[in-house]
């Protein structure tokens, strides 16, 4: 039978860094200094905007220098629990982690770095970390986390093997997932192809009220202390997937679109059997027989889109120099689709959260989104995968709606 053992026991030390005070940037230093930003979603790093902290600060530091085989896990924020591992190929001889990232080191005589590091990223593992989540509005996870957290520990032997085959496996999902987004990209390439640009709509297509098309509701209140960790239904906001719970509130699948913060406008489609939270909309009810995850209506991808209103000219400032603009139900984008059904075609409402014996429905109000193409053409690029530069207008019409919106609801 394999033990099962606390991460704290396996450790050598676990520490998080700092910086200097008046903060830090590119040119502030000579040592890099790594934050949650710096973490990719691979168990790998992101170097485009290093921020540098001056050696004689570096030489004062005791903790938080980072040195090889380290296991990097951010704390708080966002992407609290995300992982990586500083591996052999790490470009930087002198690096330390600033107070947002913890930096865990392995006993390499209790255990395989390599193999703690695919534990802690692993769905278990994830949900071991956010056993110690605690705060509201910018939570995180403290020093706690690692004597919360527990893993099957085999032989040293085994841990390598295991490890080995897990690093062939994450090698292969990479690049997976290259070919995916180069089919993607052909796919929009085929779609400009064949029907234009919808920004300028060069070939007179006929445009709709995304509001004529659509309607949507907001998601349930679910705060994280009243997640399930252990449930195995996912808990879907902006971001996507951000928790478990041991109820749901779907049954099929729903298309999902973040509605604040940084991540107003993501699209995802959620799981089967799942809770959708109020930081998100789902799209309750489609009079077109397409989906908008397959539409091409070149959403806002993540991050790429703001909540920050200019009254004034009522617009949103997107991706690059993109003007999204805001105009409630007068809102247009041109837009080619299979023939609508004659009826209005609805998805299943949402029920009561569901427990297999739960049957109680909940009262909703519907809503409806409303957009338009951008049409600033300054930035002088086409869309594609990589830039989506031509965004439909983030404004939901009836949802929060900005002061400066004077249409009728």
Same mark, same amino acid.
């Given at each position: ?35 949650? =930003? ?46 990586? @591992? ?30 703690? /590091? ?89 445009? =709709? ?10 998601? =349930?209140? @679910? ?79 993540r991050g790429s889109i703001s909540t920050q209103a200019n009254q004034d000219s ?89 002061? /400066? ?5």
């Amino acid at each position: 039978m394999i033990p099962s053992v606390r991460l704290i026991d396996l450790l050598e030390s676990l520490e998080s860094g700092r910086r200097p005070a008046g903060g830090v940037s590119a040119d502030t230093g000579e040592i890099p200094s790594l934050g949650a =930003e710096h973490l990719d979603d691979d168990g790998g790093f992101n170097f485009v905007s290093v921020k540098r902290i001056p050696i004689e600060f570096f030489d004062t530091l005791k903790t938080g220098r980072i040195g090889p085989s380290d296991i990097l896990i951010v704390k708080d924020g966002a992407t609290t629990g995300k992982t990586s @591992l500083v591996r052999e190929d790490f470009p930087f001889a002198c690096a330390a982690v600033n107070e947002h990232v913890f930096r865990v080191r392995v006993d390499p005589t209790k255990a395989s770095p390599l193999y703690v /590091f695919h534990y802690l990223r692993s769905s278990p593992g994830q949900k071991a970390i956010q056993l110690d989540f605690r705060g509201a509005t910018v939570g995180g996870i403290s020093r706690d986390f690692a004597a919360k957290t527990v893993l099957p520990v085999p032989s040293l032997h085994e841990q390598r093997r295991i490890a080995e085959i897990l690093d062939r496996a994450d090698a292969l999902r990479v690049r997976r997932r290259a070919t995916l987004a180069q089919v993607d990209g052909l796919t929009q390439a085929i779609f400009l192809e064949m029907f234009g640009d919808p920004a300028t709509n060069p070939r007179r297509l006929p445009s =709709e009220s995304l509001g004529t098309l659509i309607k949507v509701r907001s998601g =349930e209140f @679910l705060p994280a202390a009243s997640m399930a960790p252990n449930g195995t239904f996912a808990v879907l906001g902006g971001n996507g997937v951000n928790g478990y719970h041991d109820e749901f509130l779907f049954e099929e699948q729903q298309i999902v679109i973040g509605r604040v913060g940084v991540y107003c406008g993501c699209v995802h489609v959620s799981p089967q059997n799942s809770w959708i939270t109020d930081n998100a909309l789902y799209v309750s009810e489609e009079a077109i027989g397409w989906s908008l995850s397959t539409s091409h209506l070149h959403l806002p991808s993540r991050g790429s889109i703001s909540t920050q209103a200019n009254q004034d000219s009522r617009s949103f400032r997107g991706h690059g120099s993109t003007r999204l603009r805001y105009s409630c139900r007068r809102c247009t984008f041109s837009a080619s689709s299979p023939p609508a059904p004659s009826p209005l075609t609805s998805s299943r409402p949402p029920t009561a959260p569901r427990s297999p014996s739960s049957t109680r429905s909940l009262p909703r109000s519907s809503t409806a989104l409303s957009g338009e193409i951008c049409s600033d053409s300054a930035h002088g690029r086409t869309p594609s995968v990589r830039c989506p530069a031509h965004l439909p207008c983030g404004g939901v019409h009836g949802i929060d709606r900005p002061p /400066f919106c004077s249409e009728p609801a």
